[in-house]
């Protein structure tokens, strides 16, 4: 079982931007995937932002050039970066470790995008 805590949401004005973090009770190194995902009022979650084992990374055509998503395996921590923030990125924001044995959920954290 791992557990996942983000971090880093809250309140932010349109154009600014966040550094959301997730931090797992347990190695990251050896998951397939950590992914961060969003779920606005009334839709459904969706993918954001994921990181594979080996480097490689895809991101939501809404946030292609504007989000990074990157991980730190000696601190067990994946980080979304979050710049040029619009009204419409406000969700829920959901942090995703896949590994060979199951897949596992953060409780969110809230990002709003409000002038």
């Known amino acids: 079982q791992v557990q996942l805590m983000e971090s880093g949401g809250g309140l932010v004005q349109p154009g600014g931007s966040l550094r959301l973090s997730c931090a797992a009770s347990g190695s990251i190194a050896s998951s397939n995937l950590m992914g961060w995902y969003r779920q606005a009022p009334g839709k459904e979650r969706e993918l954001v932002a994921s990181s594979f084992r080996g480097g490689f990374t895809n991101y939501a055509d809404s946030a292609k050039g504007r989000f990074t998503i990157s991980r730190d395996n000696a601190k067990n921590t994946v980080y979304l970066q979050m710049n040029s923030l619009k009204l419409e990125d406000t969700a829920v924001y959901y942090c995703?470790?896949?590994?060979?044995?199951?897949?596992?959920w953060g409780q969110g954290t809230q990002v709003t995008v409000s002038s």
């Open positions: 995703n470790a896949r590994f060979s044995y199951g897949s596992f």
